[in-house]
């Protein structure tokens, strides 16, 4: 009887909370579809602190749902700042146990919009460079879109460009960023900059004929295209072979006459083969002056370009120094020849100054830039801006 008297209550108690935690749930229902977010949370979390919610799936769902409208709302921040994960994890509870499969279609369409915050703050977190952060938020989404049977392609790319600024700092993980990046590839994902990205890790990582195929396969997607030939340009400069680098540039230049970053890169190319001592003189002065064009161009353009306004100014400043230092080593006897070669040199600083002038006006704490103006303002024997630079970079 004592058995029978205890079995009797125990059910008794167990009815209780049961009915308790369904009168919690409904609260809390009833105060979602009034839009009061903090009495349904309120309600919810208490609704699911009982040992009877464990194989509900209705109170399950129903947390998912106002968890995911706090991420959705301005209290996020005082309410529930981890709103998103709680979500998750509770539509992941209700699913396995919506065995009736009551809420299947519902849970999958509310995932995929948790799937979608989960890929908007790893963007927040990739845009801060906070990379670590970032990624476990796009796997995240993709897990989502897995589970949905679909392939997300957005977050999928977030994780390849944060294990791409991984790579950059720490090659360890080089060989993952590719992987990533070849899946882009493989489910051909319509962005030119997954090619462009794969063939300069693929470089990076001194595999030259995979890039090379890389480049080759984005050119078949994305006929014509400027991004992959100045990719493909950087690829042949990197292994010395400027002249393939030029002509890969010229087809990007005859494609678009404007683009100030070909015209800046044919600019750098041709700066680079005047300084190739295998090549003959007059092609190397040719070059010379090419170099010079092109940097004139890319600035005619963009009077802003800093990198083509700075590697002018170093052209005229290098070849400047390099005249005086020969002009330098004359004999004594050659006074007339020392004199001509010392002004020519002063004339090719005279023409470095305003481009290194206006680098300074733009970029004011530029170390390269400051220590240039102060050779060039001692050359001239321009006393005060002598003085007045010296004492900047003192400051420094």
């Not at 008297?5 to 749930?25: E, G, N």
């Not at 042949?236 to 678009?256: C, D, F, G, Q, R």
């Not at 890169?265 to 064009?293: C, H, M, Q």
Request: glycine share 4%; charged share 25%.
């Amino acid at each position: 009887m004592k058995r029978t008297l205890v079995l009797f209550a125990l059910i008794m108690l167990v009815s209780a909370a049961f009915a308790q935690m369904k009168k919690d749930r409904t609260s809390a229902y009833n105060y979602w579809m009034k839009k009061d977010l903090v009495k349904a949370k309120e309600f919810i979390d208490k609704a699911v602190a009982y040992p009877e919610a464990a194989t509900d799936a209705k109170v399950w769902y129903y947390k998912g749902g106002i968890y995911l409208d706090i991420q959705l709302s301005p209290v996020k921040a005082v309410l529930a700042p981890d709103a998103i994960n709680v979500a998750y994890e509770a539509y992941q509870k209700a699913k396995v146990l919506d065995t009736k499969e009551e809420y299947k279609g519902d849970i999958a369409a509310r995932l995929a919009a948790i799937g979608g915050e989960f890929f908007n703050e790893g963007i927040s977190f990739f845009q801060q460079n906070n990379f670590d952060g970032a990624m476990p938020l796009f796997e995240k989404a993709i897990n989502i879109g897995k589970e949905n049977q679909i392939i997300d392609t957005l977050a999928n790319y977030g994780s390849a460009l944060c294990l791409e600024k991984k790579a950059a700092a720490d090659k360890a993980f080089l060989d993952k960023a590719i992987a990533q990046y070849q899946f882009l590839v493989d489910i051909k994902m319509k962005e030119v900059s997954i090619y462009t990205s794969l063939a300069n890790l693929y470089k990076d990582k001194g595999d030259l004929d995979k890039a090379s195929s890389i480049i080759n396969l984005g050119k078949v997607q994305f006929p014509g295209n400027t991004d992959l030939i100045i990719t493909e340009a950087n690829m042949y400069i990197s292994t010395n072979n400027h002249a393939k680098a030029v002509a890969s540039l010229m087809v990007a230049k005859e494609k678009e006459p404007n683009n100030v970053s070909v015209l800046y890169a044919i600019g750098v190319t041709y700066d680079l083969l005047k300084n190739d001592t295998k090549l003959p003189e007059a092609e190397r002065t040719d070059y010379f002056n090419k170099a010079i064009s092109s940097y004139k161009e890319t600035i005619a353009l963009d009077a802003n370009y800093f990198d083509a306004l700075f590697n002018l100014g170093a052209i005229y400043f290098n070849k400047g120094g390099d005249v005086i230092n020969e002009a330098s080593k004359l004999p004594f006897s050659e006074e007339a020849k020392f004199n001509k070669m010392t002004e020519e040199g002063n004339n090719y600083l005279n023409l470095a100054l305003p481009y290194l002038e206006n680098c300074e006006k733009l970029q004011p704490k530029d170390k390269p830039t400051l220590t240039s103006l102060k050779e060039i303002y001692m050359r001239l024997k321009m006393t005060e801006k002598f003085t007045a630079i010296s004492s900047k970079i003192n400051e420094l």
